[in-house]
């Protein structure tokens, strides 16, 4: 699942993305309000974890944004105690959850748990190539019935390009993808995990293609 957090305090956004990351999730990280209103209407979300109080843009007026052009990503909001009217009315205006902070991790990770199922998201979602499946839900590559190991940060890598096979991924995206937006990464690090990655899949007939100086292709060969 790809999730979008939103939050200023850098720390409390990190932590998030680090717990949400070790558990197989994509997370990204955006701490101003305007950037994040641009990236979610260009790049979407599976779920949004949205502070009210940021820089630019409130959470609220980010709430508003996506649901005025029908984005219906679920959104949790997070508020300070004494935001009560604001968590009234960001529940009206659509949210779907809110937690006052501080919160325990485990709260956060039971919310999205719960949302899923309310939301009936396609979480559990297999995606197949040649013979290779992924089990988005089981975070699990089996090939022919017999399970791959590939590594967390390899099915990212994966999960990304299958996202958008068929078309080029900029190599700044996928690294926005496999570490996070805001990570302090250059773009070349992601450069072994395609390699290992690609070296897993050319027995399988899927190649991963490299446009020079435009980013990545996922493709079968036939």
């Known amino acids: 699942m790809r999730i979008v957090i939103v939050e200023d305090n850098e720390p409390l956004a990190n932590a998030i993305a680090y717990r ?3 558990r197989g999730h994509a997370a990204d990280v955006l701490t101003d309000g305007d950037e994040a209103d641009t990236y979610l209407e260009q790049e979407g979300a599976d779920l949004i974890v949205l502070d009210i109080n940021l820089p630019g843009r409130s959470g609220l007026e980010i709430l508003q944004s996506l649901r005025s052009r029908g984005d219906g990503a679920p959104v949790i909001l ?4 004494s935001e009560t009217s604001d968590r009234v009315l960001g529940l009206d205006m659509g ?6 902070k501080p919160f325990e991790m485990d709260e956060l990770e039971a919310r999205i748990r719960a949302l899923s199922r309310r939301k009936d998201l396609d979480y559990g979602a297999r995606e197949t190539i040649g013979g290779l499946e992924f089990d988005r839900s089981a975070r699990q590559v089996t090939v022919h019935g017999e399970v791959m190991d590939v590594p967390r940060r390899e099915l990212a890598v994966l999960e990304c390009l299958l996202e958008r096979r068929g078309r080029i991924v900029p190599k700044s995206q996928l690294t926005d993808y496999v570490y996070g937006i805001g990570a302090d990464i250059e773009d070349s690090a992601v450069e072994p995990h395609v390699s290992r990655l690609r070296k897993r899949l050319q027995d399988l007939g899927i190649r ?3 446009a020079r100086g435009l980013g990545y292709l996922l493709e079968v060969q036939k």
């Open 208 to 210: 991963i293609k490299t």
């Open 95 to 100: 949210a779907d959850d809110y937690l006052v």
């Open 20 to 22: 949400l990351r070790d």
């Open 78 to 81: 997070l508020t300070a105690r």
